[in-house]
């Protein structure tokens, strides 16, 4: 088993890898995953193995590998502010994920499709826990899905900016939002489950479209 999850882990790596200057050019599909497949120097029938979902596994090892990278250049956070720790986080997480521009804005359209929007908001909900808990959060109540769903919604625009509109006016949308984060009891009162999957769906397409 061991050796299997090894096997596993090193090939998801290769055939990513591999997927990232093919995405840029033919976008998330399943060709892509096949010709990354190939890349890597593995068979169709291995590639099927390893991503049964094709391209919606693709996206999503994309998104972790910007996830581990942001988490591992983070600082201690007791180092830090509660707010400097958000902060820092998004900050982390928008760098890793603009190293890749080119792949991003395909995997934003990919993602931006109605089908997709299901994955797209899990895949912002890992990103939001994982910095979360990065800070420290050991929150078990109501609150705990509130900054979750606030971080989504920060970390969708504030990708989308950082495409459009460059690193300094993202982070500046991030510090205006900072509060936001922090005023639990006041977004939740006026924001609805609808609203966030309209606002990520929005902000994806943003990153397609500019």
Do not use: C
């Amino acid at each position: 088993m061991a050796n299997s999850d090894d096997w596993t882990s090193a090939a998801e790596r290769q055939v990513l890898s591999a997927a990232l200057q093919i995405a840029a050019v033919r976008g998330w599909t399943w060709p892509t995953v096949k010709a990354a497949g190939k890349a890597a120097g593995l068979s169709e029938a291995d590639v099927e193995l390893l991503l049964p979902r094709g391209p919606k596994d693709l996206a999503a090892l994309f998104s972790r590998r910007h996830d581990a990278i942001a988490l591992a250049a983070l600082p201690d956070p007791a180092t830090l502010k509660i707010r400097q720790r958000i902060r820092a986080g998004v900050e982390a997480r928008l760098d890793a994920a603009a190293a890749d521009e080119g792949a991003l804005r395909r995997w934003a359209g990919f993602l931006a499709l109605p089908l997709n929007l299901p994955l797209a908001l899990r895949l912002l909900w890992e990103t939001a826990d994982g910095l979360w808990r990065w800070a420290g959060d050991t929150a078990t109540d109501e609150n705990h899905y509130s900054k979750r769903a606030i971080l989504s919604g920060i970390l969708a625009s504030a990708m989308a900016i950082r495409l459009s509109s460059g690193r300094e006016a993202a982070m500046t949308f991030v510090d205006n939002r900072i509060e936001n984060v922090m005023a639990f009891e006041k977004w939740k009162a006026g924001h609805k489950p609808a609203e966030l999957l309209r606002d990520v769906a929005g902000a994806l397409g943003k990153m397609r479209y500019g």
